[in-house]
């Protein structure tokens, strides 16, 4: 059975980072997709950043360009985000989730496996 477990969410004041993690069991790591997405209150919804599986090549949403990171460790089965320069409208839960899309996957349909959530909340 495949699980994807998010931390590091929690409340920062605008300007601040936070740095989420998801671990992946059950599936090998190093075969998958992995991506973030986020869902604010009343909106569906949508991808923040993508990662391949090696790691070599990601995409970013407009709005994160320059302010996150995606980034993974293979060998600890752990995808992250680094999220600096926060702004309130960065508020959401975030979700990680795998493909096993070849290459960068941006069709949220296409990830078959899902993590429960973590919210991130910014304060202005």
């Known amino acids: 059975q495949v699980q994807l477990v998010e931390s590091g969410g929690g409340l920062v004041q605008a300007g601040g980072s936070l740095r989420l993690s998801c671990v992946l069991s059950?599936?090998?790591?190093?075969?998958?997709?992995m991506g973030w997405f986020r869902q604010a209150p009343g909106k569906e919804r949508d991808i923040v950043a993508a990662?391949?599986?090696?790691?070599?090549?990601?995409y970013y949403e407009e709005s994160v360009k320059g302010r996150f990171t995606i980034s993974r460790d293979n060998a600890k089965n752990t995808v992250y985000l680094q999220m600096n320069s926060l702004k309130p409208e960065d508020t959401a839960v975030y979700h990680c989730?795998?493909?096993?899309?070849?290459?960068?996957?941006?069709?949220?349909?296409?990830?078959?496996?899902w993590g429960q959530g973590t919210q991130v909340t910014v304060s202005s």
């Open positions: 990662i391949s599986w090696s790691g070599g090549n990601t």
């Open positions: 059950g599936r090998t790591f190093s075969n998958l997709g």
């Open positions: 989730a795998a493909t096993l899309s070849v290459g960068i996957e941006v069709v949220q349909s296409n990830y078959r496996f």
